[in-house]
């Protein structure tokens, strides 16, 4: 899987604004909201995410550290993002361990990311909400009936019944 590539169309749909950084030991994509500024970094391995990431990190925010100063509030919202395409198991924990390190920016690691939906799970906390609604096989008139109980039968079946809706607050004033 091309991770970088991947992750560019991941931000972009989620409206960031995305670049890419070589200029550090691992190559970076950039990406910024108005809220979040970050650095995601890509290795091959679990072992070589373990063995890069501080060196990854240190040299993305040194070189821009004077931007970083100068972003306001955005600043408290710096992530650094460290993925791998291949791990072991073994190395899961301590790949956790990364994130509870919160010196100099908020951290994501992962390894193991072979699909688009293990890069999406990863990159969650970057992301927004998106909700999806499942609705039964019921119909529309049922469901709506299930949610105004509390609301007399017959106004309810007449705002269903696509009555006026003088006729629905006649029946609501009567009842």
Known sequence: MDIPTQAEIVLREAQYATWPWSGGPVPAICFED???IGFLHTFSSAESLLTGWEQAQESALGRHAVALRSAGNK???VYSVFLAERGAAEFSRRIERIEEDFSLARKIARANIQTNADLVRALLPLLRIRAQPTLG?????DRVRARLKDIPAR???AFVGAASAAD?????ETE
């Open 155 to 157: 106004a309810v079946t």
């Open 137 to 141: 096989d019921a119909h529309y008139s």
């Open 75 to 77: 600043a408290w919202n």
């Open 168 to 172: 629905v607050a006649h029946i609501l």
């Open 34 to 36: 108005r809220t979040v």
